[in-house]
Structure formats: structure tokens, C-alpha cells
């Protein structure tokens, strides 16, 4: 069952998982028809990897609330700010604010270490257009999850280094790119992510440590190192999503570059204890959903790559 969730919540993605429309195309048709008008519709439904920052981003039945959010802006950033000090003892940035039905999604990120993206729910009342900073509230887990990852790549640091190394070297010899750091500032809010991957906490080694962090977030790597039990940590319940997409348009995920990627990951020590997942997409990105997960993504969602601590 785990395994499952697992599964799930790297095939589905982030923004999905936040609630948005989650509409995808399969296929590599991205010009469409410029004759047809379905065509261009299906057109303007997608961007260009490198120009996306989260532009025509939507969530449920958010078109009324998102025009009454953008006009008390001001306010919700305010009260987002002092919700997360009082209740999660975090300073944060606010990026973005996306209506959603009854309320506002507002996604923030963290102000120094632990580094993670999370977002919080501002309701708001249709019938007086009043914004509701006074019951602001989160989805269960997804702050709690957030902090934990952060304070896993923290822990792990050096080991997370060798990962973004050697994503970087692979992304400047191979025509593959990650998201822009813009996409997940405004759209991404799942924990710890960098432009080419996302972390998930599953397990609940990191529990007490978060505990520890509502007590005194501001301690050194080596405080929370030093707390967390090592004999406790399951690879299983840690899962690094490596998002990469083609650099170029009108072209389907390359299966060469895949299969090396994949091989580089399995042959590599000194990596963070998790399990992997390997995604390969083309250069779209569904601009309501922020997804890049089409009907040709390549992926190594059901073959997670597994390394433990002794890798």
C-alpha cells in the first residue's frame, strides 16, 4: 500500500496534488492545426518549459475568489506571514496567490534553512467578498511534510550536492532542462524542490525532529543530525521525483537519455537514502495544472531506484 502512494504521488505531481485541474495531452502534436480552431485552443493550453512560471495556473472553481484575492493582496500576505510564524514557528516569502473554491492558495517559501516551498488556504466568503485571514488553515500533513523534507536535504546536504552535481553536468551535456526556479516559487509548494526534482517524506523517522523544530527551528545542521536516529531510516520512506524535460519543442522524450539517466542514477554512490523516481517529459508544461506529465512521458515511477546509506 505504501508502495502504491507511492507511486501515485510521483505520477500525479505536485500541483496536481494541490488541487488543480489536472487536465493533460498525450501525443507530440504540439503546433496543432493552425487552421483549426480546437487546434490552437490545445495550442494555447500549453507552454514552453523554459517560459513557464506558473501563467494560467488554476485551481477548482477559482475564477470569483482569485479577482477578491488579487485585491486584498496586501492583507493576505500579511496574515499568511504571521499565520506561519504563529503556528509553525517559519518565517516566509509569499510568491503567489491562486483562487480556489471557497478560498485562496497561497504558496510561500521558507526564509533560510530548513529550505522548503509549502502554501496555506485563505477563505473567503462569496456573499460579502470578505477575506477570512482570522481561520486560515492548512492541508493535514502537508506543512508538517514539507518541514521534514527540508530538514532531510538539510541533514543530507552533502549527499543532496552530489545529486544536484551531477544533475547539473547531465543538464549541460544532454538537450534536457529542468523548471525554472520561478515555477515552483509560484506553483510548486511540495517541500524541498530544486528546478530538477521534489522530495517526499513517507516514513516517520523525521516525526520527532519536527516536534524538536516547533520548539526551536533555528538549530545547526549538526543539532539535527546528531537527533536524528540513522538506525531508523528506511530508503523506502524518502522519495526523490527527478523531473527532467526535452530542451527543445516538437520533440518526444529522447528513450537514450532516458536509459542513461536512469543507469547514471543505479551506478551512482554517496546519493541520499530514498527511493528514486525518474521522469522524462517533453518541453510542455500544461499551464493550468503545472504539469509536465504527458501521455509520452518516459518513467520510472513503478521501478524505483533505491539507495540506502551505505551506497
Not at 508538517?144 to 549541460?172: P, R, V
Not at 537514502?273 to 504539469?291: F, T
Request: aromatic letters at 10%.
Amino acid at each position: 500500500m505504501e508502495q502504491k502512494k507511492k507511486v501515485i504521488a510521483l505520477t500525479i505531481g505536485i500541483s496536481l496534488l494541490i488541487g488543480g485541474c489536472g487536465v493533460s495531452e498525450s501525443g507530440n502534436n504540439q503546433n496543432g492545426d493552425s487552421n483549426s480552431a480546437e487546434g490552437k485552443q490545445s495550442e494555447d493550453r500549453f507552454a514552453s518549459v523554459q517560459d513557464y512560471v506558473g501563467q494560467g495556473y488554476t485551481l477548482d472553481n477559482g475564477e470569483k475568489t482569485d479577482k477578491i484575492a488579487e485585491n486584498h493582496r496586501e492583507q493576505i500576505d500579511k496574515a499568511v506571514k504571521q499565520f506561519f510564524l504563529e503556528k509553525y514557528k517559519t518565517e516566509v516569502k509569499v510568491h503567489n496567490t491562486v483562487g480556489a473554491v471557497d478560498g485562496a492558495t497561497v504558496f510561500v517559501e521558507s526564509v533560510g534553512k530548513p529550505h522548503f516551498y509549502t502554501f496555506a488556504i485563505v477563505p473567503i466568503d462569496l456573499n460579502t467578498r470578505e477575506v477570512l485571514t482570522d481561520q486560515i488553515w492548512t492541508r493535514e500533513g502537508q506543512v508538517e511534510g514539507a518541514i521534514q523534507s527540508g530538514l532531510y536535504a538539510m541533514i543530507f546536504e552533502d549527499k543532496m550536492q552530489n545529486l544536484d552535481n551531477y544533475l547539473q553536468e547531465f543538464t549541460s551535456t544532454h538537450p534536457v532542462i529542468g523548471v525554472r526556479e520561478e515555477n515552483n516559487e509560484n506553483v510548486g509548494g511540495g517541500g524541498y524542490m530544486t528546478p530538477y526534482y521534489y522530495i517526499t517524506i513517507f516514513g516517520e523517522a523525521f516525526d520527532s525532529l519536527y516536534k524538536m523544530y516547533l520548539e526551536n527551528p533555528h538549530r545547526s545542521k549538526q543539532e539535527w543530525k546528531d537527533a536524528l536516529n540513522l538506525e531508523n531510516i528506511n530508503p523506502n520512506d524518502y522519495t526523490v521525483a527527478i523531473q527532467l524535460y526535452m530542451s527543445e519543442p516538437n520533440v518526444d522524450p529522447n528513450i537514450d537519455i532516458f536509459n542513461q539517466l536512469v543507469t547514471d542514477l543505479r551506478n551512482m554512490n554517496d546519493l541520499p537514502p530514498a527511493a528514486y523516481g525518474v521522469y522524462l517529459n517533453d518541453n510542455r508544461v500544461h499551464k493550468e495544472s503545472g504539469s509536465g506529465t504527458q501521455g509520452n512521458t518516459l518513467d520510472l515511477a513503478a521501478d524505483l531506484i533505491i539507495k540506502g546509506l551505505e551506497n
